[in-house]
Every structure is written in structure tokens, then in C-alpha cells.
């Protein structure tokens, strides 16, 4: 891997749909092949395997060797960056909200 890539922005890493589908199969399982991650796909092993690299190099996914096969496993640490940023906007829209209906019923009254 190199040194560019060490350290992958999770944004980045999750900004693909197929990416956010690998997490959710990883997610249902404790560690999976990537030839079972593959059949889940209308791509090629390759392809899924480039995902998972990406994946990996956002720290969201450890591999390990078992003989010839790779397997994979969730490591969700990473995903508490999308959760911390997004607790800031639910908290920026809850108080938006509570402050428009403040005004909906000011004019109601």
C-alpha cells in the first residue's frame, strides 16, 4: 500500500454504493470469503476485491489469509467519524425544528 493511500478518508471510502453494500453484507457476518462477497455482486472478483482494498485502507475492513483464501471482516471503529458528524446536524436540525415550531405557533395565536 502506499503511503498516499495509508490512511483513506472513511468519507471517501463509504461514498460508493457498492462499498456501503460490502460494509452491510460484512456487518451480517463475523468474516466472509471473498469468493461468498463476490457472488453477491454482477461484478467480477477483481472489481469486488479493489472495493475492499479501499475499504481496508480506511480501516474499515481487516483481512486475514486462511490458506489460498482471503477473508474479511468488519472493523466499524472508523464509521464513528460519520457518526460524530452526523450527531452535529441532528442536533443543528432538532433545534431548527423546535425553533420554526416556536413560530408556527407564535402565528397561530
Known amino acids: 500500500m502506499s503511503e498516499n493511500n ?8 463509504i461514498a460508493d454504493p457498492t462499498r456501503r453494500r460490502l460494509i ?13 462477497l463476490t457472488a453477491q455482486f454482477q461484478m467480477g472478483r477483481t472489481a469486488v476485491s ?3 482494498t479501499i475499504l481496508k485502507e480506511a480501516g474499515l475492513v481487516i483481512d486475514r489469509k486462511v490458506g489460498r483464501e482471503t477473508r474479511y471482516r468488519l472493523n466499524a471503529a472508523p464509521l464513528r467519524e460519520i457518526q ?7 442536533k443543528f436540525w432538532s433545534t431548527n425544528m423546535l425553533r420554526l415550531n416556536l413560530l408556527l ?3 397561530e395565536q
Open 24 to 36: 452491510r453484507l460484512l456487518a451480517d457476518t463475523e468474516e466472509i470469503p471473498l469468493h461468498e
Open 50 to 52: 479493489k472495493h475492499l
Open 84 to 90: 460524530d458528524w452526523l450527531a452535529f446536524y441532528s
Open 105 to 107: 405557533e407564535e402565528d
Open 6 to 13: 495509508l490512511l483513506r478518508d472513511v468519507f471517501d471510502a
